[in-house]
């Protein structure tokens, strides 16, 4: 029955927002227009091949509000002007798998992103249709914004907080993920899919424990079927006058579900360490996604370009699994009037197997941007330098991305 109303509750609430609008004017409800363009440049170059593209990507939608009730919808489109990439990884008869081009996850697409009805108060929230979720540091769910088309989730969500204790829980059948329309079976994935989380903050301390039930339907992704048990820490500890040092510490343990046919339990470990220093963020981190029995974590609804190197070399996580140890140094210059916004980031990573002792390489990323009206401007670079895993690989980005 929740199935069959998930399923059919972004259909049934287009209409009901159409005919709604002039309505809830009129009753003096807020309606806000919802308007987010990117352009984008990226190119791609490999040993064997090499990827340009620029694409232009535009949601567009309304959100009406009536006291603590609200409807939003939002379609989303991205055209390609010079679409020399393969927009599909994956084997598939479409015109948009270019293999002869490396590899940019941005398909020409045309569809409905989110439709989703809320009744909020306060901290407390029930959202149901197909939404953008995003939980914590997006480890473990998230929306992918990187990526010109977004990940969403038909789900219903609740949220709670009594004192300081808050929690959420998610029930999704439905994983729409970010390779558009045109993706056959990849499309989306359903299944029956747990998220749960209980935390509470006290003073400069955050402590949150989760679960993540992840049950896919769809054969050839079984083996992404997992539960995942954990939780993190974080805070602060002062080091002298205003300066303070802020810590990160989070472990999981993952391990086969359902008809997953890997037969694995292995852990997930993520420490960081942070400051600043006379204007500049300094940061070093080291993550491990473990691996048990030729099988690693994996994490296949996390905002995955935000871990392991923007160079998107470890989507998947080898069956030795990976260790990532990080430096990033990074700046706001607040004082370039005529570059509101501006900022600056440089990591390296050092990628290592949890098992076997394979040395994976490494990788440099940097960042640059700032602001120009409602416009911002980005560049980025990555440059992965393989040892015993991929091949060399270089991205660069030129973006400009305006919301209303």
Do not use: C
């Not at 108060?121 to 914590?136: C, K, M, S």
């Amino acid at each position: 029955m929740i199935n069959r109303f998930l399923l059919a509750g972004p259909a049934a609430l287009a209409p009901l927002l159409i005919l709604s609008a002039p309505a809830a004017a009129q009753q003096g409800a807020e309606i806000k227009p919802i308007i987010d363009a990117r352009l984008r440049y990226e190119a791609v170059d490999q040993k064997a091949v090499d990827a340009d593209a620029v694409t232009f990507r535009l949601r567009a939608g309304a959100e009406a509000k009536i006291g603590k009730l609200s409807i939003l919808a939002e379609g989303e489109g991205t055209w390609a002007p010079v679409n020399d990439y393969n927009a599909f990884a994956f084997p598939i008869l479409d015109e948009q798998r270019r293999p002869q081009y490396a590899v940019v996850a941005d398909p020409e697409n045309i569809e409905l992103n989110r439709l989703q009805l809320q009744y909020r108060d306060g901290d407390n929230a029930l959202t149901v249709g197909r939404q953008r979720i995003n939980l914590d540091d997006q480890r473990w769910v998230g929306s992918v914004g990187w990526r010109q088309n977004e990940q969403t989730f038909g789900a219903v969500r609740g949220e709670a907080k009594l004192g300081p204790v808050s929690a959420d829980v998610t029930y999704a059948i439905n994983q729409r993920t970010i390779f558009g329309t045109d993706a056959g079976p990849r499309t989306a994935f359903d299944g029956d899919f747990v998220f749960a989380g209980l935390g509470s903050k006290l003073g400069p301390v955050h402590a949150k424990l989760f679960a993540y039930l992840l049950d896919y339907e769809e054969d050839f992704f079984l083996a992404n079927s997992s539960k995942t048990f954990g939780g993190f820490l974080t805070g602060a500890l002062p080091i002298g006058g205003k300066n303070k040092l802020n810590l990160r510490l989070s472990y999981a343990r993952q391990s086969d579900y359902k008809n997953n046919p890997f037969n694995y339990a292995a852990d997930y470990w993520a420490l960081e360490a942070g400051t600043a220093l006379a204007g500049v963020n300094l940061a070093a981190g080291w993550e491990k996604l473990g691996s048990d029995n030729g099988r690693a974590v994996q994490t296949p609804m996390a905002t995955l370009h935000k871990f392991n190197g923007w160079a998107d070399v470890f989507l998947t996580t080898p069956a030795a699994g990976l260790e990532d140890a990080y430096l990033t140094v990074s700046r706001k210059f607040d004082g370039v009037k005529a570059l509101p916004g501006l900022h600056a980031n440089l990591t390296f990573h050092r990628f290592d197997s949890d098992v076997g002792d394979i040395r994976y390489g490494n990788e440099w990323d940097a960042s640059a941007g700032f602001n120009l009206g409602k416009t911002g401007l980005l560049l980025k670079y990555a440059r992965y330098n393989a040892k015993n895993f991929a091949v060399d690989t270089n991205k660069l980005w030129l973006q400009a991305e305006w919301a209303f």
